[in-house]
């Protein structure tokens, strides 16, 4: 059974940073491209991030570009998502999302993805 669990959200102030985690139980991770998204009150889910199986590629959404950075470490099955610079409008529930790898193309949209953690908190206060 698949599960992908985040950890590091919380509260901070504008300009600061978080790093989250999202430790995967997924035997074959290194087959897996990872993906952050998030979601506030009322909106839908957006695509922030996502890495391919290698960790040789990356894209971003554009709110977080030059902000945000993913990377992974295979060998601990595990993905994360350093954030600086935060602001109050990337308040939001930040899930991490795993989809087998498939080809060259990057996926940036939720139906995607195979399998999603249960989601972290991030709330940034002005």
């Known amino acids: 059974q698949v599960q992908l669990v985040e950890s590091g959200g919380g509260l901070v102030q504008t300009g600061g940073s978080l790093r989250l985690s999202c430790a995967a139980s997924i035997r074959t991770f290194s087959r897996y491209d990872m993906g952050w998204f998030r979601q506030a009150p009322g909106k839908e889910r957006d695509f922030v991030a996502v890495?391919?199986?290698?960790?040789?590629?990356?894209t971003y959404g554009d709110p977080v570009k030059g902000r945000f950075t993913i990377s992974r470490d295979n060998a601990e099955n595990t993905v994360y998502l350093q954030m600086n610079s935060l602001k109050p409008e990337d308040t939001a529930v930040y899930y991490c999302?795993?989809?087998?790898?498939?080809?060259?193309?990057?996926?940036?949209?939720?139906?995607?993805?195979?399998?999603w953690g249960q989601g972290t908190q991030v709330t940034v206060s002005s």
């Open positions: 890495i391919t199986a290698s960790g040789g590629r990356t």
């Open positions: 999302a795993a989809a087998y790898y498939t080809g060259r193309l990057l996926k940036t949209r939720p139906y995607e993805y195979d399998y």
